[in-house]
Antibody, heavy 120, light 109 residues
Framework: VQLMQSGAELKKPGASVRLSCEGSGYTFNFYAIHWVRQAPGQSLEWMGWINPDNGDTKHSRTFQGRVTMTRDTSANRVYLELSGLTSEDTAVYYC??????????????WGQGTTVTVSS | QSALAQPRSVSGSPGQSVTISCTATSSDFGVYNYVSWYQQHPGKAPKLMIYDVNERPSGVPDRFSGSTSGNTASLTISGLQAEDEGDYYCCSFADYIWLFGGGTKVTVL
């Protein structure tokens, strides 16, 4: 069971970035995929989640208007797109799975993380 | 400031016990539910240590335990070992969003 994330990104301020997260070793549609980021030296920050089964999403108000989460069920993959990048978006972005029906189960599988650097 | 407050650091000698608190600080949120705890080593992804307040995933040593009291959740590490050194984060659900605590650095002296 694993989540495999796309490679590191270097973006200029104002640009957008699209990250991917591919699940394997389990029934992909049974678990929601959440996105969590961690700025250098900072805590974890929840961004949002997507239900791969029907595409429903929910995101933190912090990213209102800037975040889009989509999925490709044929490829067991979900995507996070973040627009209007600033230096404050420089962080490691993780995807993690969570049981959709048993919310108490926690994030039991994490991707390896994708480093996004925003710099002019 | 996080809506879940954790001490910045705790420390203990090998074999001792340490407890990390996670306190709900914002009255803007309702009930805090589904508490889980994560361990993170430098440069690595977080690892689930406790879920549903006090349940351990398979493979997590039984020296890790969780509890709650009022608006505070706690993670206790009994019989501290060198490999327990790292950062620990609590996570909870409130008002349809997920929250992480600010993190606690555990140092084994």
């Amino acid at each position: 069971v694993q989540l495999m994330q796309s490679g590191a990104e270097l973006k200029k301020p104002g640009a957008s970035v699209r990250l991917s997260c591919e699940g394997s070793g389990y029934t992909f549609n049974f678990y929601a995929i959440h996105w969590v980021r961690q700025a250098p030296g900072q805590s974890l920050e929840w961004m949002g989640w997507i239900n791969p089964d029907n595409g429903d999403t929910k995101h933190s108000r912090t990213f209102q208007g800037r975040v889009t989460m989509t999925r490709d069920t044929s490829a067991n993959r979900v995507y996070l797109e973040l627009s209007g990048l600033t230096s404050e978006d420089t962080a490691v972005y993780y995807c993690a799975r969570r049981d959709k029906s048993k919310l108490g189960y926690g994030y039991d599988v994490w991707g390896q993380g994708t480093t996004v650097t925003v710099s002019s | 400031q996080s809506a879940l407050a954790q001490p910045r650091s705790v420390s203990g000698s090998p074999g001792q016990s340490v407890t990390i608190s996670c306190t709900a600080t914002s009255s803007d949120f309702g009930v805090y539910n589904y508490v889980s705890w994560y361990q993170q080593h430098p440069g690595k992804a977080p690892k689930l240590m406790i879920y549903d307040v006090n349940e351990r995933p398979s493979g997590v040593p039984d020296r890790f335990s969780g509890s709650t009291s009022g608006n505070t959740a706690s993670l206790t590490i009994s019989g501290l070992q060198a490999e327990d050194e790292g950062d620990y984060y609590c996570c909870s659900f409130a008002d349809y969003i997920w929250l992480f605590g600010g993190g606690t650095k555990v140092t084994v002296l």
